[in-house]
Each structure stands twice: as C-alpha cells, then as structure tokens.
C-alpha cells in the first residue's frame, strides 16, 4: 500500500500558523553572485552545468571564512542564450547599509572577486531576491516562483530568483538588500505592494521575518513594538540593549520619544519538520511578548 503524500512543509507551517517574526536568516553582509542554468540542491556544488563544483566551493570557502553569507542569483523566466556573470555585495548593517554590483567574464573571476564591493559600483537600486530553488524544496518551487513573477513584472530590473535563504517552511521567502529585510509567504501578500512599500521606507510587518543584521530577539522585539504603535519605517526601532536574564530577555529599542523596553520569553516550539524533504522533526525557538514599556 503506497503512504500518503506528505503535506508541504508550508503548508503545514500554516495549519500551525507558525509564527514568523525574529526568524530571519543571520547575515552582516552578503554576496550574490549570478549562476545562469538549473541548479543541484547546492547551487554552487551540485550545479555542473553551471559552475564546476571544484571552483564552487573553493567560491564559498572564501566568502563564509569572511563572516559572509553567499547566495546564488538568477533572472526569472526564460534563460538568455547567451550567459552573464553578474554579481552583487551587500553591507546590510544598520547605518552602514550600502550595495555594490558589477559583472566578470567567466565564473572563474568569482573567485578573485574584492569583498568589499571595491570592484565594482555603488548601486542606486535594490536587488529582491526570492528564493525559488526547487532542488532545495518544493515549497520554494512552487511559490517562490510565482512571487517571483508578480515583482519582476513590475520591477524587472532588480528582481532575480535566488537559491536557499534559510525558512522553508515560510516560502516564499525574500530578501530585500541592501537593508537585509527578510520576508516570508510573500506569495500570499500582494508581493510587489511590499517593494512598493521598500522604495518609500517602510515595510509590511505581517510578512517580515526580520533583519538579517539584527539578533533574533531585537527581530522579534521589533515586530512586538510595530504590531503595537503601528511603526512601518525601515529605518525606525534600533537596539540600544539587548539583554538576557533569567527567566527572558530584555531588548531596548531607540522610539522617537525615548527608549522602548521590551520583554520577552523564550520558548520552543512542538517538534515539527521545518523541510519538506526533512525525516526528523525538531523543535524551533518561538519568542512571546511579556511587557512593553514605552515613555
């Protein structure tokens, strides 16, 4: 007798109506780089048809001893004939945030790539990126593709499909830099609204998961005090403190009238499978508000 079909991770993740603020995947600063073709389940190793798995991970062994998180990048629909090698380096720390983008040849020129942006230019505009890498899992297949979709046509320009982000279970998933907002179920939102939202300082704080330059807790402290005062700016609510005592944690924000003090509980999750591909399921940090304290 055949077993059932198990249900999407996604899907599960909202039956569960797991929540998804304070989960944003970690990352000071990042590094795109344009990998043309179909990708393995590792973009950079397992993809021969488009990078010789040798050179990918010499790429990645040299970006991540940098502290940096790596992606891969591609445009959305039907590949060119003819391939490109662009890439883009992102400084996504609070008032430091500055993007820079250029182009090599070859693949190979990936490998000699200045981490500091000092190749190429400074960017005007930002990149979205949506995760739409399949061989990863299915969730970001089939939603991250057509979110996807709905940006690039109407922000064709900087929009491209990316390789794994980290939160399978909220696909489609996004990363606006160079600010580093990362956004989860974007399918399900009106997902060009939330770049028309980018462009004019603010965000959607129903989708966002947080900002990858920002601890987890700082992250969910943010969406608490958003959620309360109805704060949508990008820019507004940075740490002052973030400090763990015994039974929670306490995060300090910056408000326009003083300091805001946040209280929050630390608990895990029911056991759950966070992949669709995953056979183990394991419990996952979920933090709760406690108090606000605000002048």
């Known amino acids: 007798m055949t077993a059932p079909r198990r249900q999407p991770c996604s899907d599960q993740s909202l039956a569960r109506n797991d929540p998804m603020y304070g989960t944003a995947s970690a990352g000071l600063s990042w590094v795109l780089l344009e990998l043309p073709g179909a990708w393995g389940h590792s973009a950079f190793l397992q993809s021969p048809g488009v990078i010789d798995p040798q050179l990918g991970r ?38 430091s945030e500055a993007l820079y983008c250029g182009e090599v040849s070859d693949p190979r020129d990936y ?22 890498h399949g061989k ?16 690039a046509k109407e922000y064709p320009e900087f929009t491209w499909e990316c390789s794994h982000l980290g939160g399978d279970r909220f696909a489609a998933t996004m990363l606006v830099l160079p600010e580093g907002l990362c956004y989860g179920r974007v399918d399900l ?53 973030v400090v763990r005592e015994e039974h929670h944690i306490r995060v300090v924000l910056r408000g326009d009238d003083g300091p805001i003090e946040v209280i929050l509980n630390e608990e895990m999750s029911e056991p759950l499978l966070s992949q669709c591909h995953a056979k183990v399921t394991g419990q996952v940090r979920i933090f709760t508000l406690a108090s606000i304290a605000a002048p």
């Not at 990863?136 to 940006?151: F, K, L, N």
């Open 58 to 95: 010499a790429i990645v062994r040299r970006v991540e001893s940098e502290r940096m998180r790596i992606a891969a990048i591609r445009r959305h629909g039907r590949r060119a004939e003819a391939r490109r090698w662009r890439w883009f380096i992102a400084d996504s720390r609070e008032g």
């Open 111 to 132: 490998l000699d790539l200045a981490l500091d942006g000092g190749d190429g230019r400074l960017s005007t505009d930002p990149v979205v990126a949506v995760c739409a």
């Open 136 to 151: 990863h899992d299915q969730c970001c297949a089939v939603r991250g593709r057509s979110a996807c979709a709905a940006i």
């Open 189 to 241: 939102a009106d997902s060009a609204e939330l770049v028309r939202l980018y462009l004019d300082g603010r965000l959607d704080n129903r989708f966002l998961r947080g900002r990858t330059s920002l601890p987890h807790a700082v992250q969910a402290a943010q969406y608490f005090v958003r959620e309360a005062y109805g704060d949508d700016r990008i820019a507004s609510l940075s740490p002052l403190k």
